[in-house]
């Protein structure tokens, strides 16, 4: 199965995604490489393999759900809560509303 089976729905999703423009840099150690966008507040952290700031910033404020940068159709869905892929990334209406907006 594909990790972007969408077959997991999590109660984490945000209804609405933050209307900002996502900072180009982790905002942490200003990594610019596999950024991580907080789909509840528009944090931009980098993901696990990096220093893991998108993960501490959910840890620390319970914002579970990210997506990877930039976003587009591709982008996937992560929960850290659920340790899972949420949705496919063409079918979840935050991701595809930030990346048109963007």
Known sequence: MSKFS???????VPAHVPDVVPAQ???TCNTTENRRFCLTCGHVGCCDSLG???KAHA???GHWVISALPLSRLSFVWCYKCDDYVIGPADH???LAAATSA
Do not use: F, K, M, N
Request: net charge neutral; aromatic share 0%.
């Open 52 to 54: 893991a700031h998108a």
């Open 93 to 95: 209406p935050a991701v």
């Open 6 to 12: 969408g077959s997991h729905r999590c109660v984490h």
């Open 59 to 61: 840890e620390a404020t």
């Open 25 to 27: 840099a982790c905002a």
